[in-house]
C-alpha cells in the first residue's frame, strides 16, 4: 500500500502538466489511461493463460470498479485544472476517513477509535503540509470531494472482490469500465461542446510520453492496491493513503521548485507517524 501511494500522486503532476501546458482534456488523459491499462493487462493475460484466464467470478462488479475510479479519476483532474494541487488533495484526503466508516458500513469491520483518531492524526498532518487557502472553498471544491466519495466506494468494493478474483484480472475488467465511463464522457462532450470532456490529440512527443507514463503508473499502482485490499481489512490500510502527500512534497520540489518548510517536514512526520502506528498496533494484534 505504501508502494502504491507513493507512485499514484505523479499521475496528478503529469496530468496538471499535460492539461495547462499541452492543452490535453482531462477526460482524454483518463481515457487514454484506461485503454491502455486494459490493453496493456490484456496481453499480459492472454500470454500467461489465454482467454479463459480473462474470466472471473466478479466480472459486472469490477466494472462497476472501473466505472466508479473512471468517474473518479476524470472528475479530479478537471479539479486540478483549475484548482491548485495542493488544495485539491487536502479537499480529496477526506476520503479515507470515508473509507473507514464505509468498511464499518458495508464490510462489517471493526473500526475502533484508534483507527479513527490516527486518521484524523493523519489528515491534520496533511493539512499542515499543504496548508489550503480558505479561497478554495467554492463550488469547484465540490469536485475534488466527489472525487474522495467514488473512489472510496471504490476502494471498498475492491476490498469485496479481492477475496475472490485475482488482481490482473480484476483491473482488467476495471480498466474496461474506467474505458466505457471515460468514452461515454467524451462523446457528451463532444456533443455539447464542453471542453474539459471533448476529445484533444497530444500535439507533440512529450505529451504522448507522459501519456504513456501516466498508464504505467496507474496499471502498477492500482495492481499494488488491489494486492494490498485482498490481504487486509480495508480500515488497516486506509490512512496509509496519506504517504500520498510524500510523494507530491517531493515532486512539488523537483518539478515547482517548492522546498518543504519546518512546518512541511513536521506534517510528514505525523503522517508517517500515524500510520507506523496503525501498523505496528496491528501486528502485535
Given at each position: 500500500?505504501?508502494a502504491a501511494?507513493?507512485?499514484?500522486?505523479l499521475?496528478?503532476?503529469?496530468?496538471?502538466?499535460?492539461?495547462?501546458?499541452?492543452?490535453?482534456?482531462?477526460?482524454?488523459?483518463?481515457?487514454?489511461?484506461?485503454a491502455?491499462q486494459a490493453?496493456?493487462?490484456?496481453?499480459?493475460?492472454?500470454?500467461?493463460?489465454?482467454?479463459?484466464?480473462?474470466?472471473?467470478?466478479?466480472?459486472?462488479?469490477?466494472?462497476l470498479?472501473?466505472?466508479?475510479?473512471?468517474?473518479?479519476?476524470s472528475i479530479?483532474?478537471?479539479?486540478?485544472k483549475?484548482?491548485?494541487?495542493?488544495?485539491?488533495?487536502s479537499?480529496?484526503?477526506?476520503e479515507?476517513?470515508?473509507?473507514?466508516?464505509?468498511?464499518?458500513?458495508?464490510l462489517?469491520?471493526?473500526?475502533?477509535?484508534?483507527?479513527n483518531?490516527?486518521a484524523?492524526?493523519?489528515?491534520?498532518?496533511?493539512?499542515?503540509?499543504?496548508q489550503?487557502?480558505?479561497e478554495?472553498?467554492?463550488?469547484?471544491?465540490?469536485?475534488?470531494?466527489?472525487?474522495a466519495?467514488l473512489?472510496?466506494?471504490?476502494?471498498i468494493?475492491?476490498?469485496?472482490?479481492?477475496q475472490?478474483?485475482?488482481?490482473l484480472v480484476m483491473?482488467?475488467?476495471?480498466?474496461?469500465?474506467?474505458?466505457?465511463?471515460?468514452?461515454?464522457?467524451?462523446?457528451?462532450?463532444?456533443?455539447?461542446?464542453?471542453g474539459?470532456?471533448?476529445?484533444?490529440?497530444?500535439?507533440?512527443g512529450?505529451a504522448v510520453?507522459?501519456l504513456?507514463?501516466?498508464?504505467?503508473?496507474?496499471?502498477?499502482s492500482?495492481?499494488?492496491i488491489?494486492?494490498?485490499?485482498?490481504?487486509?481489512?480495508?480500515?488497516?490500510l486506509?490512512?496509509?493513503?496519506?504517504?500520498?502527500?510524500?510523494?507530491?512534497?517531493?515532486?512539488?520540489?523537483?518539478v515547482?521548485?517548492?522546498?518543504p518548510s519546518p512546518?512541511?517536514?513536521?506534517?510528514?512526520?505525523?503522517?508517517?507517524?500515524?500510520?507506523?502506528?496503525?501498523?505496528?498496533?496491528?501486528?502485535?494484534?
Open positions: 500500500m505504501v501511494m507513493l507512485m499514484a500522486p499521475m496528478d503532476v503529469l496530468s496538471k502538466i499535460l492539461s495547462n501546458r499541452h492543452g490535453v482534456s482531462p477526460v482524454t488523459i483518463t481515457w487514454t489511461r484506461f491502455g490493453l496493456l493487462l490484456l496481453i499480459v493475460i492472454l500470454a500467461r493463460g489465454g482467454f479463459p484466464a480473462l474470466r472471473g467470478r466478479h466480472v459486472g462488479l469490477n466494472l470498479r472501473g466505472m466508479l475510479v473512471g468517474s473518479a479519476v479530479f483532474f478537471i479539479a486540478i483549475y484548482l491548485p494541487l495542493a488544495e485539491a488533495i479537499i480529496f484526503f477526506v479515507p476517513l470515508i473509507v473507514l466508516q464505509l468498511s464499518a458500513l458495508l462489517g469491520e471493526k473500526v475502533g477509535w484508534r483507527r483518531l490516527a484524523l492524526v493523519g489528515f491534520g498532518g496533511a493539512l499542515l503540509i499543504i489550503p487557502t480558505y478554495v472553498f467554492g463550488p469547484t471544491a465540490l469536485l475534488p470531494l466527489a472525487t466519495t473512489f472510496a466506494l471504490y476502494l468494493l475492491s476490498r469485496k472482490v479481492g475472490a478474483d485475482g488482481p483491473q482488467f475488467w476495471s480498466g474496461v469500465g474506467g474505458f466505457a465511463v471515460c468514452s461515454a464522457f467524451l462523446l457528451a462532450g463532444s456533443a455539447l461542446d464542453v474539459d470532456l471533448a476529445l484533444t490529440v497530444p500535439g507533440n512529450f510520453l507522459w504513456a507514463v501516466i498508464i504505467v503508473l496507474a496499471t502498477v492500482h495492481l499494488l488491489i494486492v494490498a485490499f485482498s490481504r487486509a481489512e480495508a480500515s488497516i486506509a490512512p496509509f493513503q496519506y504517504v500520498e502527500i510524500v510523494t507530491l512534497t517531493v515532486a512539488g520540489y523537483l515547482f521548485g517548492e522546498f512546518v512541511k517536514w513536521l506534517g510528514i512526520a505525523i503522517i508517517v507517524g500515524s500510520g507506523l502506528y496503525i501498523f505496528l498496533r496491528e501486528r502485535r494484534r
